[in-house]
């Protein structure tokens, strides 16, 4: 499977609209495309899983380590894998010119070429000339230009362009590209899906053949995963539209060693029969009402109580929690596990990786093992002064004070999202 990276030049030049546009002409063309996203990103994934009818591979090597983020990269399938970047190029705790670096993949610069033609050349030249000069591993190969006009401003881009940087097309501007936006970023796919139409139009002036002809195919992953033994156990996942926050690998890894049903707390489904529970991230904040006056999150409360082990993150946290007041003022009743009163803010309140150090033996840790994850939330937490907490945070902020994990009975809520590359579910799992 050969791939090649999208890498902006910046947060918002359009890397989202260009990726889908891309893999739609792949589809178009007769390939068959693999997503992936550089980075811990949940959104973008959505909609790529949308384009593509499959999972859209995260990679991070700050989360799974740099054979974790190859191993993923090779669990996807298809001939043509298309990685969307995050931020710009060289940016972030895990940039795209990280991930780049760690699977060998050729970039592509995305541009925004709105109000700019011989400077998109310039652009990109220096972007090139950076990595020799930070002595990073980065090729790139070529420029996708965003917000391009045809005619003699596509030819302009063309011809500034300097031998060894290809032109691999434009994105018109296109209102019907844009997608909605709300806190922690945009709508998801299933929400707010792209015309398929419009990508089609947009996919029509990216020279996919020459595309495809400058992508490689990265080193396999140099080691084994831990294969861990199989279980009995039966692990629910919530999922919804207030938990849809969960990486592919990790359900993968939880169905490689357990039996996994899933439930939708929104819509009061009962609590399966189980021995154990993962509440993802998400939108809880959106559905306090539902969640509420459902009952799932009553008997999850009443199991949890009797010793059940339940694992929530970020959203997942938010519903284990006493209370959950959203951003309209008005305070919901949530599982009511955890001692804590949860409140929705105006402005994010965490956006970071994160390093934790269990400071006992823990659900997904043991005593002084560190755990690598990513926080972003736009919620605090009003917590009990007794409350026990399974981590130090030695990166990030987590629930209050440096501390994450809060815990009570055999519940773990946290902040942090980890990835199961992480060892923190074969943990969950081992403890069951």
């Given at each position: 499977m050969k791939g090649v990276v999208l890498a902006g030049t910046a947060s918002g030049v359009g890397k989202t609209v260009a990726a889908l546009s891309v893999l739609s002409g792949l589809k178009r063309a007769g390939y068959d495309p693999q997503p992936a996203k550089a980075g811990p990103d949940f959104i973008d994934p959505s909609h790529h899983a949308v384009v593509c009818d499959r999972p859209s591979r995260s990679l991070d090597p700050w989360l799974s380590g740099d054979e974790g983020c190859r191993r993923n990269y090779w669990r996807g399938s298809g001939d043509v894998c298309v990685v969307e970047g995050m931020m710009g190029l060289y940016d972030g705790t895990t940039s795209t010119a990280a991930v780049a670096e760690t699977l060998g993949l050729p970039v592509v610069l995305v541009v925004d070429a709105k109000a700019g033609m011989e400077s998109v050349a310039a652009t990109a030249l220096g972007f090139e000339a950076y990595a020799d000069e930070a002595d990073r591993d980065i090729d790139v190969v070529g420029v996708l230009a965003?917000?391009?006009?045809?005619?003699?401003?596509?030819?302009?881009?063309?011809?500034?362009?300097?031998?060894?940087?290809?032109?691999?097309?434009?994105?018109?501007?296109?209102?019907?590209?844009?997608?909605?936006e709300r806190h922690l970023g945009l709508h998801m796919g299933a929400e707010a899906p792209v015309d398929t139409d419009t990508l089609r139009e947009a996919?029509?002036?990216?020279?996919?053949?020459?595309?495809?002809?400058?992508?490689?195919?990265?080193?396999?992953p140099g080691g084994t995963r831990p294969s861990g033994s199989g279980t009995?156990?039966?692990?629910?996942?919530?999922?919804?539209?207030?938990?849809?926050?969960?990486?592919?690998?990790?359900?993968?890894?939880?169905?490689?060693?357990?039996?996994?049903?899933?439930?939708?707390?929104?819509?009061?489904d009962?609590?399966?029969?189980?021995?154990?529970?993962?509440?993802p991230g998400g939108y809880p904040e959106l559905h306090g009402g539902a969640l509420a006056a459902g009952g799932t999150l009553g008997e999850l409360g009443e199991r949890a109580a009797d010793g059940l082990a339940v694992l929530g993150e970020c959203g997942g946290l938010m519903a284990l929690a006493e209370t959950l007041t959203d951003t309209d003022g008005r305070t919901h009743r949530m599982a009511g596990v955890l001692p804590a009163d949860v409140q929705m803010c105006d402005?994010?309140?965490?956006?970071?990786?994160?390093?934790?150090?269990?400071?006992?033996?823990?659900?997904?840790?043991?005593?002084g093992t560190t755990v690598r994850g990513h926080e972003f939330h736009y919620s605090e937490a009003d917590v009990?002064?007794?409350?026990?907490?399974?981590?130090?945070?030695?990166?990030?902020?987590?629930?209050?004070?440096?501390?994450d994990g809060l815990t009570e009975h055999r519940t773990l809520g946290t902040y942090a999202h980890v990835?199961?590359?992480?060892?923190?579910?074969?943990r969950f799992l081992d403890r069951l």
């Amino acid at each position: 499977m050969k791939g090649v990276v999208l890498a902006g030049t910046a947060s918002g030049v359009g890397k989202t609209v260009a990726a889908l546009s891309v893999l739609s002409g792949l589809k178009r063309a007769g390939y068959d495309p693999q997503p992936a996203k550089a980075g811990p990103d949940f959104i973008d994934p959505s909609h790529h899983a949308v384009v593509c009818d499959r999972p859209s591979r995260s990679l991070d090597p700050w989360l799974s380590g740099d054979e974790g983020c190859r191993r993923n990269y090779w669990r996807g399938s298809g001939d043509v894998c298309v990685v969307e970047g995050m931020m710009g190029l060289y940016d972030g705790t895990t940039s795209t010119a990280a991930v780049a670096e760690t699977l060998g993949l050729p970039v592509v610069l995305v541009v925004d070429a709105k109000a700019g033609m011989e400077s998109v050349a310039a652009t990109a030249l220096g972007f090139e000339a950076y990595a020799d000069e930070a002595d990073r591993d980065i090729d790139v190969v070529g420029v996708l230009a965003q917000r391009a006009h045809g005619g003699r401003h596509a030819d302009g881009i063309r011809e500034a362009l300097p031998e060894g940087l290809a032109y691999l097309g434009r994105i018109p501007p296109l209102s019907e590209l844009s997608i909605p936006e709300r806190h922690l970023g945009l709508h998801m796919g299933a929400e707010a899906p792209v015309d398929t139409d419009t990508l089609r139009e947009a996919s029509e002036h990216v020279d996919i053949e020459r595309l495809v002809g400058v992508a490689r195919e990265p080193p396999r992953p140099g080691g084994t995963r831990p294969s861990g033994s199989g279980t009995d156990a039966t692990v629910a996942v919530a999922d919804d539209g207030a938990f849809c926050f969960k990486y592919p690998a990790t359900v993968e890894r939880l169905r490689e060693r357990a039996s996994v049903v899933t439930f939708s707390p929104v819509a009061g489904d009962p609590l399966p029969a189980c021995d154990g529970v993962y509440l993802p991230g998400g939108y809880p904040e959106l559905h306090g009402g539902a969640l509420a006056a459902g009952g799932t999150l009553g008997e999850l409360g009443e199991r949890a109580a009797d010793g059940l082990a339940v694992l929530g993150e970020c959203g997942g946290l938010m519903a284990l929690a006493e209370t959950l007041t959203d951003t309209d003022g008005r305070t919901h009743r949530m599982a009511g596990v955890l001692p804590a009163d949860v409140q929705m803010c105006d402005r994010y309140q965490a956006l970071d990786h994160v390093e934790l150090r269990a400071r006992n033996d823990a659900l997904t840790a043991d005593t002084g093992t560190t755990v690598r994850g990513h926080e972003f939330h736009y919620s605090e937490a009003d917590v009990a002064p007794d409350a026990t907490f399974a981590f130090d945070v030695e990166r990030g902020d987590g629930i209050v004070d440096k501390k994450d994990g809060l815990t009570e009975h055999r519940t773990l809520g946290t902040y942090a999202h980890v990835h199961a590359d992480s060892g923190a579910f074969d943990r969950f799992l081992d403890r069951l």
